[in-house]
C-alpha cells in the first residue's frame, strides 16, 4: 500500500546532540511536509518542500532544518536539541495542483530530549 | 487569513449515540475544509472533505459532515459513536493565500463512553 513512513518512531536524544528524523513515501508526492506536535495540541507547521523549492515558516527556529534530497525522502535535523524541543514530529504529503488535496500523514516520530 | 475554530476542547457521549464535533471557519473564497482523526502515539488520519458539490459529506468509518455556508460550519457527525471512536479530532482548512498550507483548529478530544 501507498503511505508514509517515518522512522524512528520513539527517538530519545541528549540536550544538545543534533539528531535527524527520517520520512519517506511511496504516493509519488510533490510536497513533503514537516510538522510539531506538543501534547494533543494542534500540529504546528515547521517548514515544507513543494518540489525542491523549500518554503521556511517564519517562526521555524535556525535550530530546525530540512533537506530532501530526492522526491520519496525528506530528512528533519534538529542541530541543538533543547528540552523545549520534545515532542511529536509528523511528516506529511501532498499533491499540489489544487487547494482540494488533503494531506497524508506518516505515523509521527516521538522524540524525548534528556 | 484563513482559519478554523473548534469551540469544544472535549465532547463526551456514550455508545451508540449521535455524536456531533464542531468546526466554524473564516476564509476569504471559497472554503476547502477538511477533518483529520488522530489515535494516541499516531499521525493524522484523513476522514473527508468538502471542496464543492452536495453540503453533505460522507468520510470514512461512518463519519459525515455538513457544510453551512451561511453559518460557516461544518460540524463532523456519526449517527451511532463507537468506543473506538475515541480520539482527537481536527479540523482544517486549506490557507489559498499562503502556499495552501493546512491550517488546523486546536482540535477536540472525543470520549465515547460504553
Known amino acids: 500500500d501507498a503511505m508514509v513512513i517515518q522512522n524512528p518512531r520513539y527517538q530519545v536524544t541528549q540536550f544538545g546532540k543534533p539528531v535527524t528524523l527520517s520520512c519517506s513515501q511511496t504516493?509519488?508526492?510533490?510536497?513533503m511536509y514537516w510538522y510539531q506536535q506538543k501534547s494533543s495540541q494542534a500540529p504546528k507547521l515547521l517548514f515544507h518542500?513543494?518540489?525542491?523549492?523549500?518554503?521556511n515558516e517564519a517562526d521555524t527556529p535556525d535550530n530546525f532544518q530540512s533537506r530532501r534530497p530526492n522526491t520519496s525522502f525528506c530528512f528533519l535535523d534538529i542541530r541543538s536539541p533543547g528540552l523545549g524541543d520534545a515532542a511529536m514530529y509528523l511528516c506529511?504529503?501532498?499533491?499540489?495542483?489544487?487547494?482540494?488535496?488533503?494531506?497524508?500523514f506518516g505515523p509521527g516520530t516521538r522524540l524525548t530530549v534528556t | 487569513a484563513q482559519s478554523v475554530a473548534q469551540p469544544e476542547d472535549q465532547v463526551n457521549v456514550a455508545e451508540g449515540n449521535p455524536l456531533t464535533v464542531k468546526c466554524t471557519y473564516s476564509?476569504?473564497?471559497?472554503?476547502?475544509l477538511f477533518w483529520y482523526v488522530q489515535y494516541p502515539n499516531r499521525g493524522l488520519q484523513f476522514l473527508l472533505k468538502?471542496?464543492?458539490?452536495?453540503?453533505l459529506v460522507k468520510g470514512s468509518y461512518g463519519f459525515e459532515a455538513e457544510f453551512n455556508k451561511s453559518q460557516t460550519s461544518f460540524h463532523l457527525k456519526k449517527p451511532s459513536a463507537l468506543v473506538s471512536d475515541s480520539a482527537l479530532y481536527f479540523c482544517?482548512?486549506?490557507?489559498?493565500?499562503?502556499?495552501?498550507?493546512?491550517?488546523f483548529g486546536a482540535g477536540t478530544r472525543l470520549t465515547v463512553k460504553p
Open positions: 482544517a482548512v486549506r490557507d489559498i493565500n499562503n502556499n495552501n498550507d493546512m491550517r
Open positions: 518542500y513543494y518540489d525542491k523549492d523549500f518554503n
Open positions: 506529511a504529503t501532498s499533491r499540489s495542483g489544487t487547494s482540494g488535496y488533503e494531506q497524508y
Open positions: 468538502y471542496i464543492t458539490g452536495d453540503n
Open positions: 504516493l509519488n508526492h510533490n510536497v
Open positions: 476564509v476569504s473564497g471559497n472554503p476547502y
